[in-house]
């Protein structure tokens, strides 16, 4: 081709301009997809928060939060335990305090679940009771123009009007507690509406447990004290030895109430197998309800606690007290009270110190202090035996072992007043120069090494119990839900909506036809087997009439009864 020819076929090609542009094949780039907004975004959350998928992943989570909760250490139950576990872990502890893992219940990611939990069980529960609310104001629903479709149908002809038919099918179906009416030329009737009422109630139930944990946990308070025989204790908490509340919690929320412990008793097993183990336990007290309450007497025994008002006093320990009287190297009583020893054994072997922190004179004038730590065996089996061999007080013995010089308690760091502090203290020594200790049995008298004074093991062991003050205000509403929830269940699993329509319509024939159809809210054999029931109770009262081809002379009252079927076999009927 020549140059000439090349530029006038170029010359020549149509310039299209922007009708080009609209023909071209090129991708056009897609339109922007209109924003949802605020308040779309909002719908959609509060949509996807409410659905029934989102609740059951919530309370999965809930689940899964609560296990460290269990496994690990808390700090609101034992801050000793805690403690514990951070020396031993120097690099693990840390990250679990970030977590939050020390005190689970009321981290903000657990709240955070808990608060989640809780609105979209109200926002399923609200459209779902309205929904109810409107099925139970309304009627079943008429039948439908088939019923040979339905999962149990049967059918027959009878001799009696359409009019009987349906009258006596609405009297026996609301008689079967169903809830009919005459719609048209059939009877319609549901029942199994205490299903979907029980679902609400295992749902509202829920909410209410959630409530009252939640209040349980903000106003709970958890304390326990040791009672010796013959002393009491006022609901205050400079009373408690150990005392724990919720973040909601004040001092005005403690019931006001009193009590003395008369006595305590124990039996336990003296023969066989289980030798010393437990068969009851009692404590006698006087209680008074408020600051001027009649004092009143009662038993509390393990499980069975004492009720006042919102709290509960439980008995959760035991232990005995030996009461001891020391005196000064002139005789002065200097100590005489009664010592709570805790046990180290189911046997109740104990242990405990005697502390003497004013008043005591040694044998050359000088002020001091002692401290004597207490081994305690109720029953001594003898020879070289360290432990007791029987809870009960059928043989006591004491074993001390006395100190003197500083306890150190007027140094200003607190101590237990069941455990020693010999930093500052020295050992009396014996003749030979070994450490100074002794046995005694009830009365008998320890004498100090050079006269420093005695100790003497009185003739009278008393007893302790140990009691756990518990207030949960919520603690009756949970016990509601939790059985609201398992009647609730127990109705959504165990009861089955259905629905029967009768339809009795005259044939071409003059003969009327009978027609029931049954169809369940769920799965069920049931619906065939009540439906077989219903048709034999109204074929008694209409029987059965012979078929147009039947040249038979038979008695129509003698027709076999109707034989409910299942839809894919209606063609059998």
Known sequence: MSKTETEHTENTEPDLGAAGSQLSTAPAEPPAAPGLGIVGWARWFWRQLTSMRVA???????????????????????????????????????????????HVYSSVWFSAIYILLFVSLVGCIIPRAWQFVGQLRGRPPGAPKRLDRLPAYTTWRTAAEPEEIRAAALKLLKKRRFRAHLAGDAVAAEKGYVREFGNLVFHIALIVLLIAFASGQMYKSDGTKLVVEGDGFANSILQYDDFKSGSMFSTDDLVPFSFNLRNFSASYQTSGPSKGTAVSFKADIDYSEGAYGKSKRTTIKVN?????????????????????????????????????????DANVTSQGVVKVMDGYQNAKGVGEQLGISLFFLPTYAGGSSVLSSFPALDNPVLNLTPYHGDLGVNSGIPQSVYQLDKTHMKEFKDSKGAQFRDNLKPGQTMQLPNGAGSVTFE??????????????PGSGWALGGALAAIFGLAASLFIQRRRVWVRAVRGADGVTVVEMGGLGRSES???????????????????????????????????PDPEVVPAEGAEKR
């Open 304 to 344: 069975e606690p004492l009720h006042i008002e919102d709290a509960k006093v439980y008995l959760v320990s035991h232990g005995y007290a030996p009461v001891i009287t020391v005196r000064d190297s002139k005789g002065k009583v200097v100590y005489h009270d009664a010592v709570p020893l805790l046990p180290l």
């Open 56 to 102: 059951l992943l919530l309370l999965l989570l809930l689940s899964l939060g609560a296990i460290p909760g269990s496994l690990i250490p808390q700090s609101g139950a034992d801050i000793n335990k805690v403690a514990d576990f951070q020396k031993a872990h120097k690099t693990l502890a840390p990250v679990y305090d970030k977590l939050g893992l020390f």
């Open 525 to 559: 054999a049931k619906v065939p087997e009540e439906l077989g029931d219903l048709a034999g109770i109204l074929y008694d009262q209409a029987p059965g009439a012979p078929d147009p081809g039947d040249t038979t002379d038979d008695d129509p009252a003698e027709s």
């Open 459 to 472: 003739k009278d062991v008393k007893e302790w119990a140990g009691f756990e003050i518990v207030q949960e």
